[in-house]
């Protein structure tokens, strides 16, 4: 066997294990000592309720996300159907980073008039912009 070939067979081993004790023991945290109605109020439903997205997708998610962290992390622990499993956990990192980016987004964009965050524009004074008139 290859040197090269058999180091990227332990780094292929330790990462699929890694991710895969992640996601199993997050799925079994979710599924058998939260459980998945109670995972999708706490972290779906509450958070989102003041979104743009519906109800019944926010349960319909949150119920369904534990599962297939459970039974994903495991195919990877055991080495089954491992493309499969890391194509559902990146959909669930899809869903998840998405959740977090609605809620928090990276970037702030600032006011044309907001002087906390500098954005008020050069020809416009502090104090016109705080009063939210343009000078005369």
């Known amino acids: 066997m290859n040197p090269d070939h058999a180091d990227r067979s332990w780094a292929i081993l330790f990462a699929r294990a890694i991710l895969g004790f992640i996601f199993f023991m997050a799925g079994v945290w979710k599924v ?3 459980g998945p109605l109670e995972h999708a109020r706490r972290l779906f439903l ?4 003041e979104t743009f997205l519906p109800d019944f997708a926010l349960w319909t998610v949150g119920v369904i996300i534990p599962f297939i962290e459970l039974a994903a992390g495991a195919l990877l622990l055991i080495g089954f159907r491992t493309r499969e499993a890391l194509v559902a956990l990146g ?5 998840v980073t998405f959740g977090h980016l609605l809620l928090e ?4 964009v600032p006011h044309a ?6 954005g008020c524009r050069a020809h416009l004074s ?3 912009c705080t ?4 000078p005369t």
């Open 46 to 49: 509450v958070p989102y309720v």
């Open 113 to 118: 008039c907001d002087p906390a965050s500098r």
């Open 91 to 95: 959909g669930v990192l899809v869903v």
């Open 131 to 134: 009063s939210g008139t343009a």
């Open 105 to 108: 987004p990276p970037v702030r």
């Open 32 to 34: 058998f000592e939260l």
């Open 126 to 128: 502090r104090r016109s």
